[in-house]
């Protein structure tokens, strides 16, 4: 029984003999384009045909630079590249790495012998690239007067900045004399001083386009003072000029808007700024006038006058509360010495002698028992409000007479 091997294997070997075939990997196949379509990935897929056969045809987002014109269906094309086989699908394809219209050979040779060698000379180098003014007042434009370039740069420039001045050198820019046109134009607006220079014109094919592919213009705008911005065709269109230039733009419209700034994002850049400037100095201001606050209070505080009236209050402070000091303890005396009065009152002979007791004395001695007197001594007795003078007729102890007389 013969091998048996799968769909990838098989794929996979008719990749490889794609692969090894030295034709097959350096082609170039003429035909119609048909089914092209851009993918968002920045692919392009596209179909080459002729009267007897078509083929798919693939150009990756990498390799777009080798496409300097937009392609559509019905151009009719030269594409070189490698054919191989996709192996998920089974199917080969030709991977195209440089596509340009056929009859326009000679042309796109000369574009790239002229770019390869402007760039060994360092042209194109980006130290020389200009940066592009973020405000100016002078426009210079070298375009046709009659196209439609100028109209939307006008139109353009206008809403952005009315203030901004366009000065047109109107020139050739296709046919016979258009380069020389267009460096007498680059020449004469580099003199007369504008801020910036726009270098252009609308669409069309590479043989429209070719003045902006010669090397007087790339030289012109290589040596200019001025800062140009190129904008030639449509955004799939690439001229030398674009390379040379300081900034390349997409379409005029574009250019414009590049090199014009709009005065009213302008305007409200500058009222936030005011407001900003206008809070931030409020807020100095405010807090310029708390240090101030602060420096007058401390220096009130560190016045000869205010220290004199603060000892001054200190002392009515202290000699007030030596006084109540003083005064509570001259009552807390008062008390003690009250105290003293009635206890002495408690033991003061006087006072007994207000109670109704007396006091008797015999010979200036007190008398304390009555064995200390006998019958006709003379006594004393003190009472309350005088003396009594008296004589002893008899005796008792304890309540009863000793008999005697």
Known sequence: MSNVYTVSQVN???????????????????????????????????????????????????QRKGLAFSMKNGDRVVVKGSVSVYERDGRYQLYAREIRLE????????????????????????????????????????????????????????????????ILYPALVQGEGAA?????????????????????????????????????????????????????????????????????????????????????????????????????????????????ESYRRTLGYLSPENQIREKRMYLLTTEEKLIRRMEQLLQKKRHTLQLYIERMKGLSPLEKLNQGFAYVEKEGRTVKSVGQVRPQDLLTVHVRDGRIRARVERTEKGGTSDGRE
């Open 180 to 292: 020389a046109s267009i460096v007498r134009g680059i020449e004469a607006l580099d003199e007369l001083g504008v801020d910036v220079m726009i270098v252009g014109r609308g669409g069309g094919s590479m043989e429209d386009l070719w003045a902006f592919n010669e090397e007087s213009v790339a030289r012109a705008i290589f040596q200019c003072r001025t800062p140009v911005i190129s904008a030639v065709g449509h955004e799939t269109d690439v001229t030398i000029a674009d390379f040379a230039a300081d900034l390349r733009a997409p379409t005029p419209s574009a250019a414009a808007e590049l090199a014009v700034f709009d005065i009213r994002e302008f305007q409200e850049k500058m009222d936030v700024l005011s407001a900003r400037l206008r809070t931030g100095m409020a807020a100095r201001i405010a807090m310029a006038r708390q240090r101030q």
């Open 103 to 166: 009859g326009e050979g000679a042309l796109y040779e000369r574009f790239l012998a002229l770019k390869q060698e402007l760039e060994e000379m360092g042209m194109f180098a980006p130290e020389y690239k200009r940066p592009i003014p973020a405000y100016i007042r002078r426009l210079g434009v070298v375009t046709a007067p009659t196209g439609a370039a100028i109209q939307d740069i006008r139109n353009i420039a206008g809403r952005r900045n009315p203030y901004v001045q366009i």
């Open 12 to 62: 996979n070997y008719i990749k490889n003999m794609f692969t090894q075939d030295f034709m097959l990997n350096r082609i170039a196949v003429q035909g119609e384009v048909s089914n092209c379509k851009y993918h968002s990935s920045g692919h392009l897929y596209f179909s080459l045909k002729d009267g007897g056969g078509a083929i798919a045809c693939v150009m990756f987002a990498g």
